[in-house]
């Protein structure tokens, strides 16, 4: 069975499944949907947690060992599983199926994975498990979902934030719902009990120091490549997280996207990306430095450094972004990690 994120509560109230999988490129989603999952089951007296990494082979001996192994005095347990590939082979589509029909009644099993495609909701092995569990994919959320997200978070940080301040958090964190998180428990630390607007806000996402991330976004869009490294270096040694800085560059990666397409969308439409006219001009001119496609291959690049981040990948961060940062700066040069 297929549900959303908003049906996961209603769903566990009436009772457990034997397996979910739950399939979202954005950890935090994954992190909620998870939570409630747990707390349902630690209602429902599962006390014992293994965790497993697989690839897409999906197979693995302890898994196994702990499939088999069944005793009168067993524990129940969760087998939280963690799926590095986005797609099971054939091999590893037949192993899943397997420890599907491996479970018991003392047995969860919770699958975790980066988004599945849709042809995948087409193959057999889907087909066979669906109405053996819940596959939950988590979309990212939708303006308004994203606005009553922060409304409860907030409240669950309890915490005194205007609609100024709010109005900041949603536009400068634009839908990265971790480094919005991260600012609330950064404000709670700085503000425990005092009301906070949109100044509070600002100092935190543009913090004291030599630059800021507006002048990083200055800096690319202007096509000062040297400075605009200057500038991420200083931002990291300032010890703002990467996270943020990412999201930010990403957000201008968005609208040169957009604006290098044909037609270019009308000011009416441009709203809707949070872009205002008064910027308009100085995006346009960015934007014509590369044709469409040679910016839409720099979301290779974000996508890469931002699995590396969430450790789904190993890797340095800070080398991809700073590859990043230079291809969106450079005038005529596409430096893109090629995927």
Same mark, same amino acid.
């Given at each position: 069975?297929?549900?959303?994120? !908003?049906?996961?509560?209603?769903?566990?109230?009436?009772? =457990?499944? *034997?397996?979910?999988? $739950?399939?979202?490129?954005? *950890?935090? $989603?994954?992190?909620?949907?998870?939570?409630?999952?747990?707390?349902?089951?630690?209602?429902?007296?599962?006390?014992?947690?293994?965790?497993?990494?697989?690839?897409?082979?999906?197979?693995?001996?302890?898994?196994?060992?702990?499939?088999? &192994?069944? *005793?009168?005095?067993?524990?129940?347990?969760?087998?939280?599983?963690?799926?590095?590939?986005?797609?099971?082979?054939?091999?590893?589509?037949?192993?899943?199926?397997?420890?599907?029909?491996?479970?018991?009644?003392?047995?969860?099993?919770?699958?975790?994975?980066?988004?599945?495609?849709?042809?995948?909701?087409?193959?057999?092995?889907?087909?066979?498990?669906?109405?053996?569990?819940?596959?939950?994919?988590?979309? %990212?959320?939708?303006?308004?979902?994203?606005?009553?997200?922060?409304?409860?978070?907030?409240?669950?940080?309890?915490?005194?934030?205007?609609?100024?301040?709010?109005?900041?958090?949603?536009?400068?964190?634009?839908?990265?719902?971790?480094?919005?998180? &991260?600012?609330?428990?950064? =404000?709670?630390?700085?503000?425990?009990?005092?009301?906070?607007?949109?100044?509070?806000? $600002? !100092?935190?996402?543009? %913090?004291?120091?030599?630059?800021?991330?507006?002048?990083?976004?200055?800096?690319? /869009?202007?096509?000062?490549?040297?400075?605009?490294?200057?500038?991420?270096?200083?931002?990291?040694?300032?010890? =703002?997280?990467?996270?943020?800085?990412?999201?930010?560059?990403?957000?201008?990666?968005?609208?040169?996207? /957009?604006? *290098?397409?044909? %037609?270019?969308?009308?000011?009416?439409?441009?709203?809707?990306?949070? =872009? @205002?006219?008064?910027?308009?001009?100085?995006?346009?001119?960015? !934007?014509?430095?590369?044709? &469409?496609?040679? @910016?839409?291959?720099?979301?290779?690049?974000?996508?890469?450094?931002?699995?590396?981040?969430?450790?789904?990948? %190993?890797?340095?961060?800070?080398?991809?972004?700073?590859?990043?940062?230079?291809?969106?700066?450079?005038? &005529?040069?596409?430096?893109?990690?090629?995927?």
């Amino acid at each position: 069975m297929k549900i959303n994120l !908003a049906q996961l509560s209603p769903s566990l109230s009436r009772g =457990l499944s *034997s397996f979910y999988w $739950l399939s979202s490129d954005d *950890s935090v $989603l994954q992190e909620e949907a998870l939570s409630l999952i747990l707390d349902e089951a630690q209602k429902n007296g599962f006390s014992e947690k293994q965790n497993f990494v697989l690839s897409n082979q999906f197979d693995d001996d302890a898994l196994w060992q702990s499939l088999h &192994n069944r *005793s009168l005095w067993q524990q129940k347990k969760i087998l939280l599983i963690h799926l590095n590939a986005g797609k099971l082979t054939q091999k590893g589509a037949g192993h899943f199926l397997e420890c599907l029909r491996l479970l018991n009644s003392d047995t969860l099993m919770v699958i975790q994975s980066l988004k599945l495609e849709a042809n995948q909701y087409q193959s057999a092995w889907y087909k066979s498990s669906d109405a053996k569990g819940v596959f939950l994919p988590l979309w %990212p959320l939708t303006e308004k979902e994203l606005q009553k997200w922060l409304q409860d978070k907030i409240k669950a940080f309890q915490l005194n934030i205007d609609t100024a301040g709010v109005h900041a958090l949603l536009t400068n964190f634009d839908g990265n719902l971790l480094a919005a998180k &991260n600012a609330l428990h950064t =404000l709670k630390l700085a503000y425990k009990e005092t009301a906070i607007g949109e100044k509070e806000v $600002l !100092a935190l996402i543009t %913090p004291q120091g030599d630059y800021t991330i507006n002048q990083l976004t200055d800096a690319i /869009l202007q096509a000062q490549g040297t400075k605009a490294e200057r500038i991420l270096q200083h931002l990291r040694l300032q010890g =703002l997280e990467i996270v943020l800085i990412l999201w930010t560059v990403l957000r201008e990666l968005r609208l040169l996207t /957009l604006l *290098s397409d044909r %037609p270019i969308p009308s000011d009416q439409e441009l709203v809707s990306y949070r =872009l @205002w006219p008064q910027r308009k001009a100085i995006l346009l001119q960015a !934007a014509q430095r590369l044709p &469409n496609l040679q @910016w839409k291959k720099l979301f290779n690049t974000a996508a890469a450094c931002d699995k590396i981040i969430k450790g789904v990948e %190993p890797g340095n961060p800070w080398l991809l972004l700073s590859q990043l940062v230079c291809s969106m700066s450079t005038a &005529n040069t596409l430096l893109a990690m090629e995927m």
